[in-house]
């Protein structure tokens, strides 16, 4: 997205699932972050362990492996909300009233459809994973410490079922403001237009240079 966005709130029953939903997104967020911090830690006491004991960390590859669906795809749904993926905002930007609203809800009926289907795809990569006869309840493995691969892949499938929940609340939020003829609907993201960003940078800028040199 090259634009900024904002997400209106109020007392009404699509604007609280929004809410509830959000405090989800983040929580799962918080996590991505997380797991980007501790691999940068595993990074440094690998690196150190090298050059210093020539001992570098132990299964550092399998680590890297497990985290990658935490770092990628745990805070895909905490991004969608304020439209953060990227779009075509210079299109989008020049459009206004039920238009844009239709065009926005198409987008996200499109997605959602893309998004099941990944959640189907993905969940049958799990599938054969798992296994409850197995030990660890794993079909396969990380090749140095050996750990089940089936926590990782399970995540995806799930990041992505968050984010076909949040397209649904988009989608009725969409569908509210074309029936509705709203200008300014709850729990969507209302993207700046190109002109309006650039003003509003324009004026940040200008705040941040008059707070410099007060």
């Known amino acids: 997205m090259a634009g900024g966005a904002s997400i209106l709130e109020d007392d009404s029953t699509l604007s609280m699932l929004d809410q509830k939903l959000f405090k989800l997104e983040t929580f799962f967020a918080l996590i991505s972050g997380l797991a980007v911090l501790g691999l940068v830690g595993l990074a440094v006491v690998s690196v150190g362990g090298r050059n210093i004991a020539n001992?570098?960390?132990?299964?550092?590859?399998?680590?890297?492996?497990?985290?990658?669906?935490?770092?990628?795809?745990?805070?895909?749904?905490?991004?969608?909300?304020?439209?953060?993926?990227?779009?075509m905002d210079m299109i989008v930007g020049r459009l206004n009233g039920r238009l844009l609203w239709g065009a926005e809800l198409i987008t996200a009926l499109v997605t959602l459809v893309l998004m099941l289907l990944l959640v189907w795809g993905t969940f049958s990569h799990f599938d054969r994973?798992?296994?409850?006869?197995?030990?660890?309840?794993?079909?396969?493995?990380?090749?140095?410490?050996?750990?089940?691969?089936?926590?990782?892949?399970?995540?995806i499938p799930t990041a992505f079922?968050?984010?076909?929940?949040?397209?649904?609340?988009?989608?009725?939020?969409?569908?509210?403001?074309?029936?509705?003829?709203?200008?300014?609907?709850?729990?969507?993201?209302?993207?700046?237009?190109?002109?309006?960003?650039?003003?509003?940078?324009?004026?940040?800028?200008?705040?941040?240079?008059?707070?410099?040199?007060?």
Not at 62 to 73: K, R, V
Not at 129 to 155: I, Q
Not at 175 to 195: F, Q, T
Request: proline share 7%; net charge negative; aromatic share 8%.
């Open 129 to 155: 994973s798992f296994g409850f006869d197995r030990p660890l309840w794993s079909n396969d493995s990380t090749m140095d410490l050996a750990l089940p691969l089936w926590p990782a892949k399970l995540l």
């Open 55 to 87: 001992s570098p960390l132990r299964g550092y590859v399998d680590l890297i492996e497990i985290s990658m669906p935490i770092i990628a795809f745990l805070g895909i749904s905490y991004t969608q909300r304020p439209g953060g993926h990227i779009r």
């Open 161 to 214: 079922s968050i984010l076909c929940l949040r397209m649904l609340l988009q989608i009725w939020g969409y569908g509210r403001a074309l029936v509705l003829g709203l200008s300014e609907p709850v729990a969507v993201p209302l993207v700046l237009s190109a002109k309006e960003q650039a003003l509003d940078e324009a004026a940040h800028v200008s705040n941040a240079n008059e707070g410099g040199t007060s």
